[in-house]
């Protein structure tokens, strides 16, 4: 007894130093991918949550909004700028990323939405183009079926719009699991995407070479461990949501474009931005052969082209309006 009792207490040591080594390890990570990445913005009290945004620019609202493992660096190292020329450009931290906080509770897209929704109005951002990358799609949807009337019009950028066959990975279920989930981000993300990162990086982009400009990506901070709880969350909470969410698609009737790359792995071009453009009669889609899944950073060019040609969009239908009502009132 003694013997199984001493190789009990050696296990549980071995075990305890693997994960305090582990957990220090990860904290250290974090602390340099903060030291990499500051925040580059202001901070807003919405809803008595801290909102990270950037605001450049002047001219018709744009606004950002980054997909999972995303921050507003996803767009001021690659798209910003330029935008800013004739733009003002408004990129935001979702609630729970980057450097904006979260509510104690989950958040799907629509609540997401609505913290959006309070940032805007506090700044005066009026009539905005909303671009949503990725996991974002659903919620610039979400934000174009809930606010229609204040929304200039609405681009998707490889935007995640209606429910997936396949689970929930894995990755994406844990985290939130008690005890065990906590153990989990506060271990082992950042060591393990030391390892991993190049591949899954490659992945992402393929067939596509992954570009220079993803050498600033700030995918770093997104394991940060309640940043990797909120990513989990977000992708768990998305499937109910777009199960309900995709049956009013109809009723969005701002310009609305969708950009997708055909060997989008990650976010189907078929399932999402083709039944999307289906669903939403007056669409537009731009259809990129060959591209991959991060269109910010491996097209920035047809980003920025999508984004003109809405605004294009919502003036012609603005003149449209104008002529309208002035012949209601002349009559």
């Not at 980057?98 to 506090?122: F, N, W």
Request: glycine share 6%.
């Amino acid at each position: 007894m003694m013997l199984i009792r001493l190789i009990a207490l050696f296990a549980l040591s071995v075990f305890c130093l693997g994960f305090g080594a582990l957990y220090a390890w990860n904290t250290v990570l974090a602390r340099q991918a903060e030291t990499t990445h500051p925040p580059i913005g202001r901070i807003a009290k919405v809803d008595g949550l801290d909102i990270h945004y950037v605001d450049r620019g002047t001219g018709p609202a744009l606004v950002l909004m980054h997909g999972i493992n995303g921050t507003v660096q996803d767009f001021s190292e690659t798209v910003m700028d330029d935008l800013a020329r004739r733009y003002r450009v408004i990129a935001i931290d979702r609630p729970g990323h980057g450097y904006s906080e979260r509510a104690d509770t989950a958040m799907d897209p629509a609540e997401q939405a609505a913290v959006v929704h309070g940032l805007l109005a506090q700044i005066g951002a009026e009539q905005p183009i909303m671009v949503g990358f990725s996991w974002s799609g659903s919620l610039v949807l979400a934000y174009a079926l809930a606010y229609g009337d204040e929304v200039a019009g609405v681009v998707t950028l490889a935007g995640a719009a209606y429910e997936w066959p396949t689970p929930v990975d894995m990755k994406y279920r844990v985290p939130t699991w008690p005890i065990v989930g906590d153990l989990l981000v506060n271990t082992l993300p950042l060591p393990l995407s030391t390892l991993l990162a190049e591949q899954s990086v490659a992945s992402a982009f393929a067939p596509e070479p992954v570009p220079d400009s993803y050498d600033q990506a700030p995918w770093r901070l997104a394991l940060r461990p309640d940043s990797y709880r909120a990513n989990a969350e977000d992708v768990r909470l998305l499937k109910p949501f777009l199960r309900e969410q995709s049956a009013r698609y109809h009723e969005i009737d701002v310009p609305l474009v969708i950009v997708t790359g055909d060997a989008d792995t990650v976010v189907s071009p078929t399932l999402h931005s083709a039944a999307l453009h289906e669903a939403v009669p007056h669409s537009q889609t731009i259809v990129l052969p060959g591209a991959g899944h991060p269109l910010p950073y491996s097209h920035p060019d047809v980003v920025i082209d999508a984004i003109d040609r809405v605004h294009r969009l919502a003036q012609a239908a603005d003149t449209r309006a104008v002529t309208v009502s002035s012949l209601r009132e002349y009559r």
